[in-house]
């Protein structure tokens, strides 16, 4: 058995200015381009199987467009659609790919632009296919980062002795250049790809996976933003590559593993029952006092995020109700479904792509389920509408989707199926 790879790129950075995606509150129209948005195809093929793992600088797809960007890379590479991941990089400063409507009456709510969309998915299925056509023999190896369930699939060609692709699931989002910023950029991933490239020799192509980072997007605790914290961010994750790369031996590149895929989709999610306008907006008023409470107080982190989490649950009721009495619900609703998850095999270790956004602690969780070679990525295949996979107590929740909350715990189930084959 020999392992065949090949990994490209290809473009997407937009040619005129464009709204901006990402903040709550922030509107924000770029005004020029500090580097450039990718997508990046990674093609591994070994013994019977080959994946294509995909991954955009945007910051999130709406499922019915994942599923068209996928049927056309079937169509065009013959790599059956279990076998095929699309996941973005959460990127926010990126342009708006995808319907928010938990953001509807926010003033930097805006619709996807339809040009971009095709030229979006076109790049894609150019990086895809071109990455599955020019295989080159080659060996991979697996590092693990210091967070729980991340880590790195490394790609080395075997003519050249290069590194030219990773497959890197990691626990930050492009999220550090900051609201203030109104220019096109990849945030801290243009830095881990230079100083990259900078020690192997040439910049590799990096298919990145956020992972499970869910709590970080409350910003309880403070934290730095700016050009200064892009740059230490994508250090900080090329640092880590390149020193537990060094610590790899000849050994521990294997030409002998296959690859492959698994999906489940979960139809039928309940939609949730919304309340009349006037009750929503009580509800939100409510939990605006109880967390300006907390924080008068001094109460802990999770109390606080417990409250952040009812803040937004009572804020998208309020836009999801306006999307509702301007008919755009119910087509979210059928576009939203079915609901993927998908389990890759790279040899021993597996990756568990999950939609939607999952909060660490819920994670770990479904960790448990498996052993520890196990890595999570989160928002593939498409969003849920602004929710969240949270943990309550010992239960799974679904939280501030138009989707009722058990169906977190349809998901986890969903989850345990991949595992255990039923």
């Known amino acids: 058995m020999s392992i065949r790879a090949t990994a490209t790129t290809r473009d997407i950075t937009p040619n005129a200015n464009v709204r901006l995606a990402g903040y709550v509150g922030a509107p924000r129209i770029s005004a020029g381009e500090r580097d450039k948005l990718l997508v990046s195809a990674v093609h591994l093929r070994g013994g019977s199987g080959g994946i294509i793992i995909v991954s955009l600088d945007l910051l999130s797809l709406d499922p019915s467009f994942v599923r068209t960007i996928r049927k056309r890379i079937v169509k065009a590479t013959g790599t059956h659609e279990h076998n095929i991941v ?60 210091d967070s729980p369930n991340t880590g790195a699939i490394i790609v080395k060609d075997l003519r050249s002795g290069r590194i030219p692709a990773m497959i890197v699931v990691y626990d930050e989002i492009p999220d550090l250049l900051g609201s203030e910023n109104t220019q096109i950029s990849s945030d801290f991933l243009h830095t881990a790809r230079e100083r990259l490239g900078k020690t192997l020799g040439r910049e590799p192509v990096i298919a990145y996976l956020p992972a499970p980072s869910g709590y970080r997007r ?40 296959s690859f492959s895929g698994q999906s489940e989709s979960l139809f039928d999610m309940p939609q949730r029952i919304l309340p009349d306008q006037d009750s929503a907006k009580t509800a939100l008023a409510q939990t605006l006092s109880a967390y300006a409470e907390l924080d008068k107080i001094g109460a802990d982190d999770q109390q606080r995020i417990k409250a952040k989490w009812d803040i937004i ?17 119910d087509q979210e609703l059928k576009d939203s479904e079915p609901a993927e998850l998908q389990l890759m095999q790279f040899g021993d270790q597996r ?68 595992f255990s084959g039923k």
């Open 86 to 145: 699309i996941g973005t990089t959460q990127n926010h400063s990126a342009p708006v790919t995808s319907r928010a409507l938990c953001w509807l009456k926010d003033e930097s709510y805006d619709v996807p632009d339809p040009e971009y969309l095709e030229y979006v998915a076109e790049q894609s299925v150019h990086a895809a296919s071109e990455a599955a056509v020019a295989s080159l023999p080659s060996k991979v190896a697996t590092i693990e980062f």
């Open 218 to 257: 409350l910003r309880v605790i403070p934290k730095e933003y700016g050009e200064k914290a892009a740059q230490r961010a994508g250090e900080r994750l090329a640092d880590q590559i390149l020193t537990k790369g060094k610590a790899l031996s000849s050994n521990d590149f294997v030409d002998n593993i």
């Open 313 to 329: 649950k009572a804020t998208h009721t309020i836009n999801f109700i306006h999307a509702q009495e301007n008919g755009l619900l």
């Open 351 to 418: 990756l568990l792509c999950m939609p939607g956004t999952i909060v660490p602690e819920c994670a770990r969780r479904i960790a448990d389920i498996t052993d520890k070679n196990l890595w999570l990525a989160e928002g593939i295949n498409g969003d849920l509408q602004g929710s969240i996979l949270a943990i309550n107590g010992e239960d799974y929740e679904l939280q501030s989707a138009i989707f009722e909350s058990q169906s977190g715990a349809m998901l986890v189930d969903y989850a345990r199926s991949l």
